[in-house]
């Protein structure tokens, strides 16, 4: 238990106002549309508190465990096998034998008594946990080889293992899932030990194939692609209000929300747009219901809060002289990053609607269970390193 004494209050702190405050609105958000399908008001309010128990167990599991058990390569590539790429898989069969059988577009969850597993989030943190291993491993082979052929011949494994499963998270399709793997992915590669050049070259390829297609689809707007609802989200975004009756409905609510809330709210619980109008606020949308209800000032709390955590294990990133340290850091740090940006980058119509949940706010349990675990492993591995300089002196 002396490990505890090491625990960082900077991270730990925020990470336990963050659920309280997630377990509050989902209850605010959630208790007229529970009551409004015949359930009970409370029904949200037990299950995420259930999942915010559960959180706080996984981070203090992971905060507990020995470095070399996150290191073990043979674990890594049997949660990769079995946990993330074989329900992939059967979720993208399930999605287009059965097309019904998809919420919101996309087949991503696989139900498991009362609750969903949602194989994406475990792809994140296995995601990042195998890639910091991997690159920390050939660093030293990385730093000798120069030529592109040589430099591929060493992470060409692991980066067909990434790009086998962003592909399968597309074909659910889920878009704002695989943009946050591919996040993680360049951050880590460009902070590992591959040369400069190549980094460099690989960006911008990947920058001139997004920006392409990206242009095409607004462009041309294939038959195909115009039917999707990812595509109708794309649009709601263009047009809002012109769609307002069909797919910029969300959105639209979402404005009036803020809109409402100004810069106080409108009371806690006093949410309208709660209130049959924006579908499930207590999932995508429950900054628009916090923006509503507490203003400005209750947002800027919650991203206040986020953005502690990303800048406080960001800095841990620089300061650490550990490779491995330094890129589970970075790519916990752009997890966090990414989610919030894309929620909140998808309620005030600055980019597309992604489904991508609010980190520790949203109701669900696969994110805030990855999520917590992601806390856990932070500060395990900064309390490791303060107990090697340590014992060092």
């Not at 009362?114 to 792809?123: D, G, H, R, V």
């Not at 997004?210 to 709601?236: D, E, G, H």
Request: glycine fraction near 8%; charge should be positive.
């Amino acid at each position: 238990m002396k490990k505890l004494r090491k625990i960082d209050l900077w991270i730990l702190i925020p990470y336990i106002l963050l659920l309280g405050i997630g377990v509050v609105m989902v209850y605010s958000a959630s208790f007229y549309n529970a009551m409004s399908t015949g359930g009970s008001s409370n029904q949200y309010l037990i299950k995420q508190a259930i999942f915010a128990g559960f959180g706080l167990f996984f981070c203090f599991l992971f905060f507990m465990l020995k470095e070399r058990v996150l290191k073990n390569q043979g674990v890594l590539g049997l949660i990769m096998a079995i946990l993330v790429v074989l329900p992939l898989v059967g979720l993208v069969v399930v999605g287009k034998l059965h097309p019904s059988s998809k919420v919101n577009g996309a087949s991503a969850w696989i139900p498991i008594g009362p609750f969903n597993y949602q194989p994406l989030e475990m792809a994140k943190i296995a995601l990042i946990l195998y890639l910091a291993l991997v690159l920390t491993n050939k660093e030293a082979k990385l730093l000798d080889k120069q030529s592109f052929k040589t430099v591929w011949k060493e992470i060409q494994v692991p980066i067909l293992t990434v790009i086998v499963v962003i592909l399968l998270v597309l074909l659910q399709p889920d878009f704002g899932g695989a943009a946050i793997l591919s996040l993680i992915t360049l951050v880590l590669v460009s902070s590992s030990s591959i040369p400069g050049r190549f980094i460099a070259t690989l960006n911008t390829s990947l920058i001139i194939l997004v920006s392409a297609v990206v242009t095409f689809i607004i462009k041309v707007q294939p038959a195909s692609i115009a039917k999707t609802y990812q595509f109708q989200r794309f649009m709601a975004m263009m047009h809002p209000f012109k769609l307002e009756q069909t797919a910029g409905n969300q959105l639209v609510n979402s404005f009036y929300a803020i809109s409402n809330g100004g810069l106080f709210g409108v009371g806690l619980g006093n949410s309208i747009q709660k209130r049959g109008y924006l579908p499930e606020p207590h999932t995508d949308f429950i900054l628009a219901i916090i923006s509503e209800e507490l203003g400005l000032m209750g947002d800027l709390v919650v991203l206040g809060l986020l953005a502690l955590i990303v800048m406080r294990i960001i800095l841990l990133g620089i300061r650490t002289k550990n490779t491995y340290h330094s890129l589970v850091y970075y790519g916990v740090a752009v997890m966090l990053m990414a989610q919030t940006v894309l929620n909140v980058g998808g309620l005030l119509g600055l980019i597309p609607l992604t489904g991508v949940t609010l980190p520790f706010i949203s109701y669900g349990g696969s994110s805030l269970l990855i999520l917590s675990a992601a806390m856990g492993i932070v500060m395990n591995l900064e309390a490791t390193e303060l107990f090697n300089k340590e014992e060092q002196r």
